[in-house]
């Protein structure tokens, strides 16, 4: 099957064309004890957006097997994979050489492989609502370069046991390709201080200078977003 970009895929669905990409966002954030953790947060249109899916009159009655899936997947409206919408872990960065984004073409991350331990799902990098609130695990995701610094696209893979309704193994896979995704910044743990941030992100990230320290408005739940300085035309 071809894929199409900024769509995610689901084996075992009954939605065979995927699911249309409405929300992806890739961040990272620096905790109180200077550790640093990169997120993704993805949020899809609802699963039957794309599909025919009518309650004709020759319908109601139906209740075949495919029909009755469909009508699950449907229940459940859309999905979630996210490290920050359940407050999951994310992925440990390390900080021991210097961070560069010229590094990440073609790098991989693998995340939480199987098997996992069901009982300290919150020790998981990524939550998942796809019929309810699933377990996500086995991740692969895989950076690549574009021209404009900061942007890539983002293969994502990885493993769904619905244990929301009751089962335990990993039986969905799912696949996701994402176009021209900017990285959107770094978000400051409130308790530090702004002089101790700055010295610590001069001394861990090649070209500095090509970020900034952009101060949050009263809404956000961090006082310093790090971000990549607008290019000047």
Request: net charge negative.
């Amino acid at each position: 099957m071809s894929k199409d970009n900024n769509k995610i895929y689901f084996s075992n669905s009954p939605f065979t064309n995927g699911h249309k990409v409405i929300d992806f966002v890739w961040s990272a954030r620096l905790d109180e004890n200077f550790n640093l953790w990169m997120d993704f947060h993805l949020e899809t249109d609802k699963y039957d957006e794309e599909e025919e899916y009518k309650d004709a009159l020759d319908e109601i009655d139906d209740i075949s097997e495919e029909n009755a899936e469909r009508s699950l997947w449907i229940n459940y409206d859309h999905c979630i994979i996210s490290s920050t919408y359940w407050n999951n872990k994310g992925i440990k960065i390390d900080t021991d050489a210097k961070l560069d984004f010229n590094n990440l073409n073609q790098k991989t991350f693998e995340v939480d492989p199987i098997p996992v331990d069901f009982d300290h799902e919150e020790e998981l990098a990524f939550g998942i609502s796809m019929l309810g609130n699933d377990t996500v695990a086995q991740h692969e995701i895989t950076f690549l370069d574009t021209e404009e610094f900061g942007v890539f696209d983002i293969k994502w893979k990885g493993k769904v046991a619905n244990t929301y309704l009751g089962e335990n193994e990993f039986n969905y896979d799912f696949y996701v390709y994402m176009k021209n995704i900017k990285f959107s910044g770094i978000k400051i743990d409130q308790t530090l201080e702004k002089d101790k941030v700055l010295a610590f992100f001069q001394s861990k990230i090649t070209h500095f200078e090509d970020f900034e320290l952009v101060e949050t408005d009263d809404l956000e739940l961090e006082d310093y977003i790090l971000k990549i300085r607008k290019q000047e035309d």
